[in-house]
């Protein structure tokens, strides 16, 4: 549904250079919620405002629903009536949700109506039902000042939902609001995704926001995609930074020469009773340093952080046999214990 490659973006003022976006390839497919994180500076906003084309990049192609957007000519507040026709069928939302003070709820959802010169009746009778479906009829007559972060977030969407999208962009749209308001944001995110078969694009620097309503996830550092992949993907990838800060189990090593490995246990393989096998097969003392069991994109997943004495050569082969048994196993680095994303919460 979005693809983007070798997309590049470079900023210039005062003679100087930076490179915001460095060659990312991303792919978003329909119907799913795709997160995209990363710490401050990573290139995020750039990314999304590249991808409709609020930004001309530097180099590269940005494809949206079939249709190549870097073809079509202007940017920004200057797009030519193709890239803006194409720019109505892409909702955006934004963390100040940028709604006009001077102008009531209903008159806010209107505005992107009156700009594609839709009629007042059909604008009204747009509004109130995009209103309803965010759970917000009563306020049509309300102004944003009098409105809590949540609710103004709701008319952002309406707002973002009037021109029919297929595609939603979210920068940032809970980092402005309190956990428990960020939770009903997401539910009706997801909740449009489901019912409207939106695609939803989000850029967010919490791993709560990913883990509670991403099917897809990428990493970005510096510009460039690090990390990507469905949730399942990213759990089951050795050595993931994302599946570690997605998924994090602690736990401090207790002594010198043991081996410390996280289990992560999902499927059919959470049921079986593998570390007492591990441990009667073997003969040896397993500890169990840290465990959590989760909802990651939907499915239960488990993890537990185990130590076995002995340093890592002498654990090949019980190491080998939780391979066998089907479980994912990682092998935790002594100067590794945290993940970098988990230390730095993330920002
Ligand atoms: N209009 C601009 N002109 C010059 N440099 C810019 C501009 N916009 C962004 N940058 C630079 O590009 C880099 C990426 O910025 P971007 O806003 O995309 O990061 P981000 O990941 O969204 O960060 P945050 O989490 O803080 O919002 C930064 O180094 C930033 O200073
Ligand atoms: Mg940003």
């Known amino acids: 549904m979005i693809t983007t490659s070798g997309l590049t973006k470079v900023y210039r003022s005062r003679g100087r250079e930076v490179t915001a976006l ?55 507040p200057r797009a030519g009536r193709e890239l803006r026709r194409a720019r109505s069928r892409i909702g955006m939302v934004f963390q100040h949700f940028n709604l006009l003070s001077t102008r009531t709820v209903q008159d806010n959802v209107e505005l992107p109506l009156e700009i594609l010169g839709t009629s007042g ?20 007559k309300a102004y944003p000042a009098q409105l809590s972060g949540g609710q103004k977030q709701r008319v952002g969407i309406a707002r973002a939902l009037a021109g029919d999208p297929k595609v939603l962009l979210c920068d940032e749209a809970t980092s402005a609001l309190d956990p428990e308001t960020t939770r009903s944001i997401l539910q009706l995110l997801r909740d449009l995704n489901r019912q409207l078969g ?61 081996t410390v490995i996280d289990v992560t246990f999902h499927g059919d393989a959470a049921a079986r009773p593998v570390i007492s096998q591990l441990s009667r097969t073997y003969n040896i003392d397993i500890s169990i340093l840290g465990a959590a069991m989760d909802t990651v994109g939907g499915r239960q997943v488990g993890r537990m952080r185990i130590e076995l004495p002995g340093g890592y050569e002498e654990n090949v082969v019980p190491v080998g046999f939780l391979r066998e048994q089907g479980l994912q196993i990682d092998v935790v ?14 920002k």
């Not at 009746?121 to 965010?134: H, I, N, P």
């Not at 993931?240 to 020469?257: C, M, R, T």
């Not at 680095?333 to 993330?346: F, I, M, Q, T, W």
Request: net charge negative; proline share 2%; hydrophobic share 40%.
């Open 333 to 346: 680095e002594r100067a590794d214990h945290e993940s970098v994303l988990v230390k730095d919460g993330a």
């Open 198 to 258: 939106l695609t939803v694009l989000l850029i967010t620097h919490e791993m709560d926001v990913v883990k509670s309503i991403c099917d897809s996830a990428a990493l970005m550092e510096n510009g460039r995609i690090v990390e990507s992949g469905t949730v399942s993907e990213l759990l089951a990838t050795p050595g993931s930074e994302l599946a570690a800060a997605l998924f994090p189990v602690g736990g401090d090593v207790s002594g010198d020469d043991r």
């Open 22 to 76: 460095d060659g990312v390839d991303l792919h978003v497919r329909e119907g799913e919620v795709y997160g995209v994180i990363g710490r401050s500076g990573a290139g995020k906003s750039s990314l999304i405002r590249c991808v409709n084309l609020l930004e001309r990049p530097t180099a590269g192609t940005v494809t949206v629903a079939g249709q190549d957007l870097t073809a079509l000519a202007g940017h920004g």
């Open 121 to 140: 009746g059909e604008r009204s009778r747009k509004a109130l039902e995009l209103l309803d479906l965010v759970g917000l009829s009563d306020k049509a």
